[in-house]
Each structure stands twice: as C-alpha cells, then as structure tokens.
DNA sequence: CAGTATCCTGTCCGATACTG
DNA sequence: CAGTATCGGACAGGATACTG
C-alpha cells in the first residue's frame, strides 16, 4: 500500500481508494472469500489459503480493525475465537462475485471452476452490475462516474472536466 | 502477493485468486479507476495518484502484460504512448462500481463523494449485482458460491462439503 | 514531456520456534 | 489446536538523477 495515499485523512479521499485501503491486498480479500463461504476458524483459513499463521493473525486483525470482521470467543478454555463477517464483510460479498465473473471470463480458458449458483435449485445464475431503480446494466458509455454530493474541491475537480452534468 | 499461491500453474486456482493475482495490488487497481475514467497519458497518472514514475512504470508494464491494458504508440518523434483499456479492462469497470459502492455505503460516514450516473440524465444510479436472466439480486442465503463445471478436484473438494446440490 | 537507471528504506511474508 | 515471538530475505515503492 502507498504509504501516503492516505493521508491527509481519509475525508478527503475517493471511496474506492478507501476500499481499496481495507481489502487492497491478497490475503485480505481471499480471507473474505473464505469468510463469504463460511469458514470461520483461524485453521480453517490456514488450510485454506496455505497462508503463515504469523501473517494470517496479522491480516485477521487488520481486517477485525478495519470492522470487517468480528471477533468472536466461543470457548475460554482453551481460549478459541472463531471469525465471523459483520455487516460491512457480508457486504463486500458483491465485490467478490464481481471477481469471480471477471476471472471466469477473461482467465479461465478451460471453462468455469466455480461459480454462483442459486442454493434452492442449483441453477447456475450470471452476475451483471445493474442499476437498482431500472435494472439498466451498469456499463459505458451509458453509465459514468462523477463527483457526488459529498466531493471535496479534489474531487470535484478530478470529474468536472469530461461532460460534466448540471 | 504471496509468491507460491498461484504455483503450480494457474490452471488449478479459483478464478478469484486469477483475478486477484492480476489487480491484487493498489496500484493496479487505482490505474485501471482512472483508466476507465478515461486517463490514458503517463502524466496524467502520474498527476492523477501521485505514484513515483518508476512504480507508474513498472504497473503499467504489468497492466500491459496481463492485457488488461493495451500500449499504443501515438507518436514516432519525440515517442509518445498512450495506455488505453482492452476488452478485459474494460471489463474491470463492474468490480470498481462494485468497491465504490461498498466504500461509498460503509467508509463514506459525511455522504458520498464519488457516484455512478446516467451519462444522458445526470441521474444517480444505485448499482447492484443481480442474476441476469431473472435479475434477482445476488446474496447469500439465496444464492452461493459453487464448483463449476470445469473445476478440478482441489476446488471441487473446496465447495463439496457445506449444502451441495445434485 | 515520457519515461529509464540507480540507490535506499520499509515492510510484506515465510520459516522456525515456542506457549497455553 | 490456536495462536505469538523472532529472524531474515525479497521486493514494493519513493527519491533522485539522467536521457531523448
């Protein structure tokens, strides 16, 4: 990560590059994949991942920092503490199915690995970025980014120049 | 990146981790949100995210290699490229609406500063991930994460256990 | 302007060892 | 089993200088 990005403040920065500050890494956002399937528990993760229990205890509390998972002592003793989504985890959810179309389209020559399905009746379902009222796909030239009611002089900037809106 | 999670070859892996294994940095992904904007100029980046040229250089090279980007010489004398999407690039635009989204709802508490429109009306879109042959919105308990047709016994050993359907 | 070359620092990350 | 402590190497990434 950029060590200055950030700074100064994070009220000054887009929402992506804030995204981007709590899942920008590998092990992050396979950590919430996993978490999004339903594993919990520290060696679930660490079979899962093959990932070094020094770095997984740093990144599990990383993610537990940033409120995206929440801590959780199910046994004193022996002190055990499983890993559950909060509201903003289950929430990254779409972001990770967004991925995962991606990657079967454009990397998976051989055909889909995994894929999301409807859990009543198995049938496989596409995943496309809609807009919520009209249902319209979310793509260009249709759809674009701009500054919104919040954006600072920064911001406003960056998106005034390219057919700004009334 | 950790360095072995992708050996031995990426025929193996979950298309998240395909995915990952080609944005999975900062960087990556802030070139490709100002890409998709429309930034195509070394400079333009470079002023956009404040990278040094060097760390600018080195992702561009590996935007380029992984074909998410595409290097277009657009003059000869002084040289003079421009670095504009592919096709699978452009195909990363959902996944950055889909983090804008997510920062905007959870990590944007004074109101959100960067949004999605209608490139016609100005009007907000609010985006979210639907199936798109019944447009159902996609979140758990509804649907899941499943192997795919073409997924080889580690990954089918991965989603095997919890709920499978016929 | 559009980069490349070189150097240096921080830290990501794994390996190993240890604890309740 | 569920972690913490410590060490060391590789590399991400910035600063500076240089080139056409």
């Avoid at 079967?104 to 807009?131: C, M, Q």
Wanted: net charge positive; aromatic share 8%.
């Amino acid at each position: 990560m950029p060590p200055n990005t950030l700074s100064p403040g994070p009220e000054q920065q887009c929402p992506i590059v804030r995204s981007v500050a709590r899942v920008g890494d590998w092990w992050s956002i396979l950590i919430l994949r996993d978490a999004c399937y339903g594993l919990s528990r520290f060696d679930e993760f660490q079979k899962s991942l093959g990932i070094a229990p020094t770095m997984l205890t740093r990144r599990l509390a990383a993610l537990v920092k940033d409120g995206l998972l929440q801590r959780w002592r199910y046994s004193e003793r022996p002190p055990r503490n499983e890993y559950v989504l909060t509201e903003s985890g289950r929430d990254f959810q779409p972001v990770i199915w967004s991925l995962l179309a991606w990657g079967n389209k454009h990397f998976a020559p051989e055909g889909e690995s995994v894929v999301v399905i409807d859990a009543e009746t198995g049938e496989r379902a596409d995943p496309v970025l809609v807009d919520r009222a009209t249902g319209r796909p979310l793509a260009r030239p249709a759809f674009r980014t701009a500054a919104g009611p919040a954006a600072n002089p920064r911001i406003r900037t960056r998106y005034a120049q390219k057919g700004a809106n009334p």
